[in-house]
């Protein structure tokens, strides 16, 4: 099973980024798919989540209406497009996939907002 995030960088207030989370050895539209991000001295919290049949998303307040989820089963990726980008963004993003006790990480890739 791997989980292999993409996408993120240093980006200037306001911008924007599109992370992607490749995923193989498992059966990718059968899993709900979540991003996470965590800060430096903070815990991890859920930015936003796709569900496995029907595609439905839900987001975390801060982001809301900023970042959306979306996923293509065809390709197993899920992809999470960030705009409006404020410093307080900035954390290192996490891919998570899970189904029942079935439970996979992706190894995360930093996000930088900043001047």
């Known amino acids: 099973v791997q989980l292999v995030e993409s996408g993120g960088g240093l980006v200037q207030p306001g911008g924007s980024l599109r992370l992607s989370c490749a995923a193989s050895?498992?059966?990718?539209?059968?899993?709900?798919m979540r991003w996470y991000r965590q800060a430096p001295g903070k815990e991890r919290e859920l930015v936003a989540a796709?569900?496995?049949?029907?595609?439905?998303?839900s987001y975390a307040d801060l982001v809301k209406g900023r970042f959306t989820i979306s996923r293509d089963n065809a390709k197993n990726i899920v992809s999470l497009q960030m705009n409006s980008l404020k410093p307080e963004d900035t954390a290192v993003y996490y891919c998570?996939?899970?189904?029942?006790?079935?439970?996979?990480w992706g190894q995360g890739t930093q996000v930088t907002v900043s001047s």
């Open positions: 998570n996939a899970r189904r029942a006790w079935w439970d996979y």
């Open positions: 050895g498992f059966t990718f539209s059968t899993y709900d």
């Open positions: 796709i569900i496995s049949a029907g595609g439905r998303t």
